[in-house]
């Protein structure tokens, strides 16, 4: 489906308005992948890396293999041989009808490469799970057939289980084939588990221990086509979120070619509605009554709390001087009370003329208290469409807000003042975009 095709079905989708801010949001990712290709090209040294030293722990890269581009297969595998970490072993688990000799012969090409055969007619799941049941590494990667990873890419994640990981990813890009470039930086948040209900925000370069991941049980073939989202929450739930750790470079390339998802989100609709089945049943299992509804984007949930939750239980703060636009926004902020590990949800707040003025805090890399988003039209989803997401974060605006009223006592101060402790009790700051709040002229 060309670019013209998915503007239609958007529109079809979405209507008139929605179609024009997401076309502005395209243009403004368009020059944003101008500037990326410029710094990369600026990074003359890009690949020359030195070796990693200490090389004790054993990760185990597991690929599915279904019918594959033996050319594209060929780069993935050369990428994986180019690591400065010698000690892996990349396990190709072939699902396809017949025995791929090609693959076969690539296989044998390096002693660390295993040719596992899956068995006809499993879907990705059942030939990730094959792999994972002969796994001999400590640590258990994953990469699709046709994708790419840096030379240290494997180096910097083993430092990270050495320190003590549990479970560690990466950020990614895309490599466009046919314009032989990059595109889509996507520098990823901290673990967030709330932005990881409303998307597979983590998804590429996953590494977990292996022993965590047959704890799981591994992947659930009811969700193929989502199989990592279900995998990564209940991997992500079942240890310390401490333990979750987040390397802020780009180590994984998603090829983006003709009918791959990278390059067009029609080609894989099935998936979407696997993942959002996926995270209806995740919240199921914890007895938390929900809708999960789609959006305006493919792949991103929207989740609906429905159990009300008792008006005794919680205060309302809206400042005078904000008028709200979502007409049920005390519904909504409440319901999410439902979860007993959040204790205080915000809303955004905007300017008179449409601008982002509020929509949660978070400190930067020097320790300054930033305003997420701020000065952007609120109506532009913004990249990877993460300013109309749920999500966790450090602080909320106390002048638009819902607070338990357990934490009345934390409601003094600024609002990262008041958001900090309620963190330290052990509750989540959550922000909903959905709620918006315009302040008065």
């Known amino acids: 489906m060309g670019i013209i095709d998915r503007g239609k079905d958007y529109l079809k989708r979405n209507g008139i308005k929605s179609t024009f801010f997401t076309g502005l949001q395209h243009i403004e990712n368009a020059v944003s992948d101008i500037g990326y290709n410029i710094y990369l090209k600026s990074k003359k040294n890009?690949?020359?890396?030195?070796?990693?030293?200490?090389?004790?722990?054993?990760?185990?890269?597991?690929?599915?293999?279904?019918?594959?581009?033996?050319?594209?297969?060929?780069?993935?595998?050369?990428?994986?041989?180019?690591?400065?970490?010698?000690?892996?072993?990349?396990?190709?688990?072939?699902?396809?009808?017949?025995?791929?000799?090609?693959?076969?012969?690539?296989?044998?090409?390096?002693?660390?490469i295993r040719y596992i055969r899956a068995g006809e007619g499993g879907g990705i799941s059942d030939n990730t799970n094959e792999a994972l049941r002969v796994a001999a590494g400590r640590v258990v990667a994953f990469m699709d057939q046709d994708d790419l990873i840096e030379p240290r890419a494997l180096e910097l994640i083993a430092s990270e289980f050495d320190k003590g990981a549990v479970i560690v990813y990466t950020d990614e890009d895309k490599y466009l084939t046919g314009k032989n470039r990059y595109a889509s930086p996507y520098r990823k948040r901290d673990y967030n588990f709330d932005l990881l209900l409303s998307n597979n925000y983590i998804c590429h370069m996953f590494a977990v221990k292996r022993s965590l991941a047959r704890q799981v049980k591994g992947f659930n073939p009811k969700y193929d086509g989502a199989q990592d989202h279900d995998f990564i929450l209940r991997c992500c739930d079942s240890t310390d979120e401490d333990k979750i750790v987040h390397i802020k470079k780009i180590l994984y390339h998603w090829r983006a070619h003709d009918g791959s998802s990278a390059e067009n989100p029609m080609a894989k609709v099935y998936a979407y509605e696997s993942g959002k089945r996926a995270v209806r049943h995740f919240l199921r299992e914890k007895r938390i009554n929900t809708v999960v509804c789609d959006t305006?984007?493919?792949?991103?949930?929207?989740?609906?709390?429905?159990?009300?939750?008792?008006?005794?239980?919680?205060?309302?703060?809206?400042?005078?001087?904000?008028?709200?636009?979502?007409?049920?926004?005390?519904?909504?902020?409440?319901?999410?009370?439902?979860?007993?590990?959040?204790?205080?949800?915000?809303?955004?707040?905007?300017?008179?003329?449409?601008?982002?003025?509020?929509?949660?805090?978070?400190?930067?890399?020097?320790?300054?208290?930033?305003s997420l988003f701020q000065g952007r039209d609120y109506r532009l989803p913004g990249a990877f469409n993460l300013s109309e997401c749920v999500m966790d974060t450090e602080a909320v605006s106390k002048y638009a807000c819902a607070v338990r009223n357990e934490l009345l006592d934390c409601m003094d101060g600024n609002s990262y003042t008041i958001c900090s402790r309620i963190r330290k009790r052990g509750y989540r700051v959550v922000i909903d975009p959905k709620v918006v709040f315009v302040k008065n002229r």
């Open 46 to 112: 890009r690949r020359e890396y030195a070796a990693a030293d200490k090389q004790e722990l054993k990760i185990s890269i597991l690929v599915p293999v279904y019918e594959p581009d033996i050319h594209f297969l060929t780069e993935m595998v050369q990428s994986v041989l180019d690591q400065t970490y010698g000690n892996f072993e990349l396990i190709l688990s072939d699902g396809s009808l017949t025995e791929n000799f090609e693959v076969l012969k690539l296989a044998k090409s390096d002693k660390r």
């Open 296 to 370: 305006a984007h493919l792949g991103f949930f929207r989740v609906e709390y429905k159990d009300e939750f008792p008006h005794s239980g919680y205060t309302l703060f809206i400042d005078d001087k904000l008028t709200p636009l979502t007409e049920d926004h005390e519904r909504i902020l409440s319901s999410y009370f439902a979860r007993s590990d959040i204790g205080i949800v915000g809303g955004r707040v905007i300017s008179p003329d449409g601008r982002i003025m509020e929509s949660g805090y978070e400190k930067d890399e020097n320790g300054r208290i930033r």
